[in-house]
């Protein structure tokens, strides 16, 4: 079991669909991540929070809106994506931006667009 | 890490065996690197970290070298188990980089029983 927990574990939405993907971690960090990953390929950054506030967007599509409402939760919005959106989204968190420290990681959410 | 092209590497031993997974970092400013382990289904997850200060550092089964030279690091699994199935990915991090963590391609690790 992770310590990073992120739900759902599947999701199908088609084209015009809005939906929330969640995250929650107790270690008590203040960095949170979120990463897209493609099959067989590494994970591919898109947002950073450091204490509560956005501190790396990159260059994500407006249809994917973060959010952390609190040190302990992040969320992805999800708003008319594209079928090339489809992959495995993972959830990471980190103490804090300072140091070599590592990220962990949750199990993700599979996201099929049709 | 640095990009090999579109297929993920492949290693594949005999149960019992040992595994060398190599991996070429991209940046000499990279000052910490880290190991991680990726199940089917599953995120990536931490195997063993080193420092740049340090090159060699040893956990349970695996030991982790690092050879700034050359910008490479390797992750050794003593007795690898079929457990051990997984894709590995190399991981660096160096202040100069805005705090993200830059990850290698990726090698896929098939243990035969």
């Known amino acids: 079991d992770t310590e990073v927990t992120q739900t759902p574990k599947h999701l199908v939405m088609g084209m015009t669909n809005k939906k929330s993907l969640k995250c929650e971690q107790h270690?008590?960090?203040?960095?949170m991540y979120w990463y897209k990953q493609k099959a067989k390929k590494p994970p591919e950054l898109m947002f950073v929070?450091?204490?509560?506030?956005?501190?790396i967007n990159e260059s994500v599509p407006s249809r994917f809106s973060p959010e952390c409402p609190n040190s302990s939760l992040l969320n992805l919005h999800l708003h008319a994506l594209q079928p090339e959106d489809s992959a495995l989204y993972l959830c990471a968190s980190s103490q804090d931006l300072t140091g070599a420290q590592p990220q962990h990681f949750g199990d993700g959410t599979r996201l099929s667009i049709l | 890490g640095e990009s090999v092209g579109l297929h993920l590497p492949t290693l594949s031993v005999q149960e019992g065996d040992n595994s060398i997974i190599n991996c070429a970092y991209s940046n000499s400013a990279s000052d910490y690197f880290i190991w991680y382990k990726q199940e089917s289904g599953k995120g990536p997850q931490f195997i063993i970290d080193?420092?740049?200060?340090?090159d060699k550092r040893q956990g349970q089964r695996v030991t982790v070298l690092l050879n700034k030279t050359v910008k490479h690091l390797s992750l050794q699994i003593a007795a690898t188990q079929p457990g051990d199935s997984a894709v590995y990915f190399c991981a660096e991090y160096g202040y100069n980089q805005g705090g993200k963590l830059i990850f290698g391609q990726g090698t896929e690790l098939s243990v035969k029983p």
């Open positions: 270690m008590g960090h203040r960095a």
């Open positions: 929070y450091s204490y509560e506030k956005l501190s």
């Open positions: 080193i420092r740049s200060n340090m």
